[in-house]
């Protein structure tokens, strides 16, 4: 079986579906892999590292898309890619399959087994597959980076000859995956750090993690299944909006994380929360790209509001490219070698896994809620 691994073709996209510590592995087991001439470059892997883990550099293109079995990509795949795919091949990459549904229906028409990464479920068993968690861990370590950088001020206290420093107060608001790496790194930097969540679940997380929770008791349900958060009522948005605000506008530093999955992300920071905070104190809203959990976040840019620095970055992991592409290289690596039985590709639609994550397969849209998608922009599915 040949596998094969495209160089991203997105603009910004610094990441590698496989780094060659996992080529190696995966050729022990006996699988061929191709790699795309320069696809780690952006990575720093080398195509020499790739060919001593034992793979193959394939510098045309068309010959990579068009006879491998399996292609793996970090980025949604482009409608010139998918053409150049055969009938029957299997594609594992990211696709947003709710958010580019025609993406999925090209590839049903092309006849293409494609599995989406973010639909992996949120399960023990599937851990170490969990893409949407290892990218989210990284974008909340860069979070605070990015943050103490544009601060004004130091992170932590410090004592000098030339006086006493106070230490910055950040504030996390979403404690997800990424609030909770955002919160470990800004107590390591040595800010004091407090942090909020709708689901109350995450309070021991947050407080193990050495921050102080904001507790917001609602009168509502505000778990779904899988231990998402639900979208809440919007009483329930001003019960909490009236005790965040006191936070925000005590805050040096905001870290927004918030999302809900399939809605556009819940306003958390209002224009006049903004407008109190000291001039100076940054914000970096992470839920940029969905619709922003912040008020005036412009996704990709730095904006400055009342004194204040909105930055709504785009991208975070492709930033971290190593540390990211390994990460994601271990996810997609070990969903592959589940879906491979004895050499063959063997597709058990009762495994929940397998279910849930294969999108297309057979000429056929597997997903209800992606076909519901395209049912909305008036496509026939
Ligand atoms: P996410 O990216 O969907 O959302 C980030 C955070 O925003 C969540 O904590 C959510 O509760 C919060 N949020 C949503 N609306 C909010 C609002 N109005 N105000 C404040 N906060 C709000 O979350 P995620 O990081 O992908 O995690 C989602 C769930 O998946 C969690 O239950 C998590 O424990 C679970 N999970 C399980 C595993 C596993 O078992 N393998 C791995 C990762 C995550």
């Known amino acids: 079986m040949k596998i094969a691994i495209a160089k991203e073709v997105e603009v910004g996209e610094r990441r590698v579906a496989l780094n060659p510590d996992i080529v190696a592995r995966l ?3 006996g699988l061929e892999i191709w790699v795309e001439v320069d696809a780690g470059e952006a990575s720093f892997y080398s195509n020499d590292a790739y060919e001593a883990a034992g793979a193959t550099i394939i510098s045309d293109t068309a010959k990579l898309w068009g006879e491998a079995d399996v292609l793996l990509k970090v980025g949604i795949p482009k409608d010139h890619e998918i053409n150049q795919m055969r009938e029957g091949s299997v594609l594992l990459s990211f696709l947003s399959p709710l958010a580019q549904p025609e993406t999925v229906q090209h590839l049903a028409g092309r006849k293409i087994t494609a599995f989406g990464m973010e639909m992996i479920p949120r399960t023990s068993r599937a851990q170490s597959m969990d893409a949407l968690s290892s990218q989210a861990g990284v974008a909340g370590y860069k979070a605070v980076l990015i943050a103490a950088a544009a601060l004004p001020k130091f992170f932590p206290m410090l004592t ?11 504030f996390v608001m979403g404690a997800g995956v990424a609030g909770l790496q955002a919160i470990a790194t800004a107590r390591r930097l040595g800010a004091v750090v407090e942090a909020f969540d709708i689901r109350p679940a995450v309070k021991e997380e947050v407080q193990s993690l050495g921050a102080k929770f904001v507790e917001v008791k609602l009168d509502e349900d505000t778990v779904a299944a ?6 809440i009522s919007e009483a329930a948005k001003q019960r909490t909006q009236e005790v965040v605000t006191e936070h925000v506008k005590n805050s040096d530093v905001v870290i927004t994380t918030a999302q809900v999955p399939g809605k556009k992300a819940p306003l958390l920071v209002t224009e006049e929360m903004v407008a109190q905070m000291a001039p100076g104190s940054v914000i970096v809203d992470l839920a940029a790209e969905q619709g922003g959990n912040c008020a005036g976040t412009e996704p990709g840019k730095d904006v400055v509001r009342h004194g204040v620095t909105i930055i709504g970055p785009i991208n975070l992991p492709s930033s971290m490219p190593v540390h990211a592409s390994q990460m994601y290289a271990k996810n997609i690596s070990t969903l592959l070698q589940y879906l491979i039985k004895d050499g063959e590709l063997q597709l058990n639609f009762e495994d929940d896994i397998i279910d849930s994550t294969c999108i297309t397969h057979g000429g056929e849209i597997r997903n209800q809620r992606v076909k519901d998608a395209l049912t909305q922009v008036g496509a026939t599915v």
Not at 160 to 170: D, E, F, L, W
Not at 226 to 231: C, N, S, V
Request: hydrophobic share 35%; net charge positive.
């Open 27 to 29: 050729v022990k087991q």
């Open 160 to 170: 000098t000859a030339a006086g006493t420093i106070r230490p910055a107060k950040v």
């Open 226 to 231: 899988g231990g998402y958060a639900k979208e």
